[in-house]
């Protein structure tokens, strides 16, 4: 029997020392990862063999960390991705969720920190747990949440890891009013202000994404939570 095939990290960072130490210390930990210093670079070689885990700085020479994520998103809607970057301003953590990012590590970090982010993210993936229901119909769509697709008729949109968790969630607890904490601290493990303008973000995006089908709606309870609503009309 071969050895089990290691989980692959696609990181991006400029820095050389701080690249170095981060690809060492996952390397240490069990995990195969090839280092980039510029997003031109990384994008050119990430066409050629798709990751398990993007981890992208902001600040990149060439293409920056926001374009490289858009790219990656129009190829593979599915791998996670997590930013790596000094910039602290709330607006543009915002931006790299809209953009399609999972996660968001403001430096300095510690490496500790960063394998816990990976370990959750690679949890998500692999888990089987008590929520083992894994295809949903909302209205007239078909949400399959084991290989993160939402499909109406013959369109199909596919989803991010981080939306498609949360989607599940809610379709789990349909017709129920899930509270924003409860959210929070099951999907994002904290529910500080931060994580709950970013949820905000993606109730956004899935609202978008039905919105072709009027009898369904992510109902917002102000200060309380979500709720996932099926109206038909007779």
Not at 25 to 37: A, I
Not at 131 to 144: A, L, M, N, R
Request: glycine share 6%; net charge negative.
């Amino acid at each position: 029997m071969g050895a089990e095939k290691k989980i692959s990290i696609f990181l991006v960072e400029d820095d050389t020392n701080l690249g170095f130490v981060v690809k060492d210390n996952l390397d240490l930990n069990g995990y195969e990862v090839t280092l980039y210093e510029d997003g031109e670079t990384a994008w050119n070689n990430y066409v050629k063999g798709k990751a398990d885990l993007c981890i992208l700085d902001i600040m990149l020479p060439k293409m920056d960390g926001f374009c490289l994520a858009e790219k990656i998103r129009a190829v593979d809607d599915q791998v996670p991705i997590l930013f790596l970057s000094a910039k602290s301003m709330k607006e543009d953590k915002i931006q790299g969720f809209k953009i399609g990012g999972d996660d968001y590590i403001t430096k300095p970090f510690s490496i500790e920190e960063l394998l816990l982010r990976i370990e959750v993210f690679l949890r998500r993936s692999t888990r089987h747990d008590l929520d083992v229901e894994t295809s949903f119909e909302i209205g007239q769509y078909h949400f399959d949440y084991k290989n993160l697709c939402l499909e109406l008729g013959s369109e199909k949109k596919g989803l991010t890891k981080r939306e498609a968790d949360l989607l599940k969630h809610l379709c789990l607890h349909k017709e129920a009013v899930l509270k924003r904490t409860d959210i929070l601290n099951r999907l994002w493990g904290d529910d500080d202000y931060f994580n709950g303008r970013s949820l905000d973000v993606f109730i956004s995006k899935l609202r978008k994404y039905l919105k072709k089908d009027p009898s369904i709606n992510i109902v917002n309870y102000h200060g309380v939570g979500f709720k996932l609503e099926e109206n038909f009309t007779s």
